[in-house]
């Protein structure tokens, strides 16, 4: 989408590599997305095609195999609004230095799928949660804990005040991810990146948590990145939708459009796959063939041509797709969009031809 007034965050052409001792994994391959200010994006996709290794790279976060090898991450600041306020290159800054710290956790915030593994056991909630509001802002320990026993509340949390004495290990799984989203909270940041935020849950729980995330979103006018793989979940939280596939988004869309007119081939196999409640003849759901390759051995062309069930052999297995705009803001990377390869293309299908 274009880099306009509304844009929070835009990543353009973003490579990522890990280095390991059997080689180079290329993570990202050039992946192209932004947030609308106040909006929720989901990132969906299939395991491994590189949503969690995005958000360490907004972050700055990349373990220390990784690096961001090309490309760029523009933060436009909540100064910037109206203001002479300069973009932010988060790929130009060191990882440790102050003005990442001053963004990371202040402006930007993070929760992530398993809340055991970000909350400290041996530290009670209260505790982490006030080291995170005394880290930005200025108040006496008292004011500390009367925001912070509020910022439990908020996440409608019973008893606030004894969970704000409890440890991890003694609250729910659905308590421990009200916890964290109280933390990321704690800041008021303006971008929220929750990955898989409640894919540990049970479905009864995921919904509460789901249902609070919109209502806290919708009070603080913040924007989410909503990374998850389910759908469904997009499609009750999400406004736009970027789809990955093997270290690229090939669509970018509103969520709207995404499931009336999805134009990538991998997000129709995408959304071929749930379940529909108005399926009346219960029949069987589609699976995508085949398996994601792995990152190492990344095929030539348009990397989802060996699944693809529209793919156009001499085509799609030796040109690289391109960013197609479509209007309406729909964006997509597919060669049966790309008029002069497809003119050229003497294989080209009855199907595409019918477009
Ligand atoms: N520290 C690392 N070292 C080497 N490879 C890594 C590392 N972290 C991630 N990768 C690789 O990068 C690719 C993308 O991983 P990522 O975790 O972003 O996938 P994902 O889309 O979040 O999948 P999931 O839905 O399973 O969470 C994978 O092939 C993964 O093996
Ligand atoms: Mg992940």
């Known amino acids: 989408m274009a880099d306009n007034q509304n844009t929070i965050l835009q990543v353009e052409n973003l490579h990522t590599h890990f280095f390991t001792e059997s080689g180079v994994i290329r993570a990202l391959r050039g992946v192209d997305f ?12 299939e395991s491994g095609c590189g949503k969690s290794v995005t958000a360490q790279c907004i972050m700055n976060m990349l373990p220390g195999n990784g690096r961001a090898v090309e490309g760029k991450i523009s933060y436009y600041p909540r ?3 109206g203001s002479q306020t300069e973009k932010v290159d988060i790929t130009g800054l ?3 230095g102050k003005a990442m710290r001053a963004i990371r956790g202040n402006e930007i915030a993070m929760i992530f799928q398993e809340p055991m ?3 400290d056991p041996v530290y009670t909630v209260g505790s982490q949660l006030m080291e995170a509001i005394t880290l930005h802002q200025n108040v006496t320990k008292q004011q500390g804990k009367e925001i912070a026993v509020d910022a439990l509340a908020k996440v409608n949390l019973p008893e606030p005040a004894r969970i704000f004495d409890a440890y991890p290990h003694q609250l729910s799984g659905g308590q421990r991810q009200r916890v964290m989203i109280a933390i990321a909270l704690s800041c008021n940041p303006t971008l929220l990146i929750a990955d898989e935020p409640t894919t540990a849950l049970d479905v009864t729980t995921q919904a509460q948590i789901l249902d609070l995330m919109r209502a806290l979103q919708e009070e603080t006018h913040m924007s989410i990145i909503f990374i998850t ?4 979940v997009v499609a009750e939280m999400c406004d736009d939708v970027a789809v990955m596939y093997l270290g690229k988004v090939v669509e970018q869309t509103t969520v709207d459009a995404a499931f009336h007119s ?3 081939p ?3 196999a995408l959304l071929r796959s749930i379940p529909r409640l108005t399926d009346e003849n219960q029949t069987r759901l589609d699976v995508i063939k085949g398996r994601v390759p792995d990152p190492s051995v990344v095929p030539p062309g348009c990397a989802f041509h060996p699944r693809c069930p529209e793919v156009i052999p001499g085509l799609c297995d030796v040109h690289t797709p391109e960013v197609i705009k479509l209007g309406g803001g729909q964006e997509v990377r597919c060669l049966l969009y790309d008029d002069k390869l497809m003119a050229q293309s003497p294989t080209r299908t009855a199907l595409a031809e019918s477009r």
């Open 34 to 45: 932004s947030v609308e200010r106040g909006k929720v994006l989901g990132i969906v996709g």
């Open 79 to 81: 100064e910037s609004i």
């Open 94 to 96: 060191p990882p440790r």
């Open 117 to 119: 593994t970000s909350l």
């Open 229 to 232: 793989h389910d759908l469904g």
């Open 262 to 264: 999805p134009q990538h």
């Open 266 to 268: 991998y997000t129709r």
